[in-house]
């Protein structure tokens, strides 16, 4: 091993010139280690839940393995970690909530490949040098006994920050006289529930507010959508560490969320953010009026100092030099 760590990072979820604004997370935490030292390749493919897909990119990691001298292989998400059995070199796995919690359908519920995914996620850990997971929860749901790190998706705090709501409405085009509700997701992916989100406005059409959604915007852009909202909706089945949430409390941008993920932990003590305490949409409506009532910034800002990407890329770090200890 060189000086310079060199790592393959594995991952079915990354852009593409389709979707250019897709997993803005895993980019800035490559971009965090490149800055940090580390070399990395990111070798990207699609799974799309067809089994020719992975075992073409079976065969191309293995193919680039023999090109290259790396140290070790950091597979995102259990799914990843697939084509990189059996091991040829060091391995770390990390879990972000899906590959160990399961899909769901429009409907809201538990998909058969979903479940697939999560027995494939959890033998795919068995074999894992080391284990990173969003959070706790999810480490809970590994097999008995298994050793993880707890390392969350982090942030750019100086791109996150608080800024004048008039100003990014401006930039952004957005109407000065009403309510906005940023919905904490992309509307097509299930299991943020997008109906749930709509079913709660439709509630709350005479307090004159309206649900914005951003699905393909510039991640560059997501610090104007913040600061020109009132109000962060998240209406998730379920969650591992959610991005936007954190994103939101440096923005000091009042939040209203399901009780899922790491959420209740992030946000339960501030004031001006609500966990529901179900999942029906008079309860998230009835909480929305609460926060839109108090009409003011909240204090989140100095919660969420700990998640800079800067810090969190040399907890990485760390967990890269056990598994090679390990091994």
């Known amino acids: 091993m060189g000086n310079r760590l060199q790592v393959l990072m594995v991952t079915s979820e990354w852009p593409d010139p389709a979707h250019p604004n897709w997993v803005p997370f895993l980019v800035e935490q490559v971009t965090s280690l490149k800055n940090a030292g580390v070399d990395v390749r990111v070798f990207s493919f699609r799974g799309a839940k067809n089994p020719w897909n992975y075992m073409k990119a ?3 990691l293995r193919e680039l393995i023999k090109t290259g001298q790396y140290d070790l292989i950091h597979a995102q998400y259990g799914q990843s970690g697939l084509i990189a059995l059996p091991r040829r070199l060091p391995l770390v796995v990390t879990f972000h909530g899906s590959d160990l919690m399961g899909d769901i359908d429009h409907r809201g519920r538990y998909t058969l490949p979903g479940r697939i995914l999560v027995v494939l996620s959890k033998l795919v850990s068995r074999y894992a040098d080391s284990i990173i997971v969003a959070a706790n929860h999810l480490g809970q749901k590994l097999p008995g006994g298994t050793k993880y790190h707890i390392i969350p998706s982090g942030l750019d705090l100086e791109r996150f920050r608080p800024i004048n709501m008039n100003e990014a409405r401006e930039e952004l085009n957005l109407p000065k006289n009403k309510k906005i509700i940023l919905f904490g997701g992309r509307p097509e992916m299930s299991v943020k529930r997008y109906f749930l989100a709509r079913k709660t406005i439709s509630l709350l059409q005479q307090d004159q507010v309206e649900l914005l959604t951003v699905s393909n915007a510039p991640h560059e ?3 104007l ?6 109000v962060l909706l998240l209406t998730s089945r ?10 939101a409390l440096a923005c000091n941008l009042p939040i209203v969320s399901t009780d899922v993920g790491d959420v209740r932990e992030r946000i339960g003590s501030i004031a001006g953010c609500m966990v529901c305490d179900d999942d029906r949409p008079e309860t998230i409506a009835a909480s929305l009026r609460t926060i839109l009532a108090r009409d003011q910034p ?9 998640f800079d990407e800067k810090r969190l890329a040399q907890q990485v770090i760390s967990v890269y030099q056990h598994a090679l200890v390990r091994t």
């Open 58 to 60: 079976w065969l191309g």
């Open 298 to 306: 909240i204090n989140g800002r100095t919660t969420v100092e700990d």
């Open 225 to 230: 959508y913040l600061n020109a909202a009132d």
């Open 238 to 247: 379920h969650e591992g560490s959610p991005t936007i949430i954190k994103e």
């Open 221 to 223: 852009q997501m610090p």
